[in-house]
C-alpha cells in the first residue's frame, strides 16, 4: 500500500501480552501472543482511541490496562450468558 493512502485508514490498536504468561517466547511478540485491533470506519466515529488516551491519563492507568480490563469484562459477560 502506498504511504500517502495510510492517511485515510482508521486507526488500529496493537495490544500485545508480552510477559503477562509464562511460555515459551513470552518475551518476543509473536503472532499466538500479540493482538492488533482494526477500528472500522463505522466504529471511527465514535473516537475510541482519542477517549481511550483521555481515560486512561484521567484514571492513571494505561490504555492497554483498560482495553485488557474491557476485554475481560466483555468474556465474563458473554460466558456468563452461556
Same mark, same amino acid.
Given at each position: ?7 485515510? %485508514? /482508521? /486507526?488500529i490498536?496493537?495490544?500485545?501480552? !508480552? ?5 515459551k517466547?513470552?518475551?518476543? !511478540? ?11 470506519l ?5 473516537? /475510541?482511541?482519542?477517549? %481511550? ?17 474491557a ?12
Amino acid at each position: 500500500m502506498h504511504e500517502a493512502s495510510l492517511r485515510f %485508514l /482508521p /486507526p488500529i490498536l496493537h495490544l500485545s501480552i !508480552v510477559g503477562a504468561h509464562r511460555c515459551k517466547g513470552a518475551d518476543t !511478540v509473536t503472532r499466538e501472543n500479540a493482538l492488533s485491533v482494526y477500528i472500522s470506519l463505522s466504529k471511527a466515529d465514535a473516537r /475510541p482511541i482519542e477517549r %481511550l488516551r483521555r481515560l486512561s491519563k484521567e484514571r492513571d492507568r494505561s490504555m492497554n490496562y483498560l482495553i485488557v480490563e474491557a476485554i475481560l469484562q466483555y468474556l465474563d459477560r458473554e460466558e456468563a450468558d452461556d
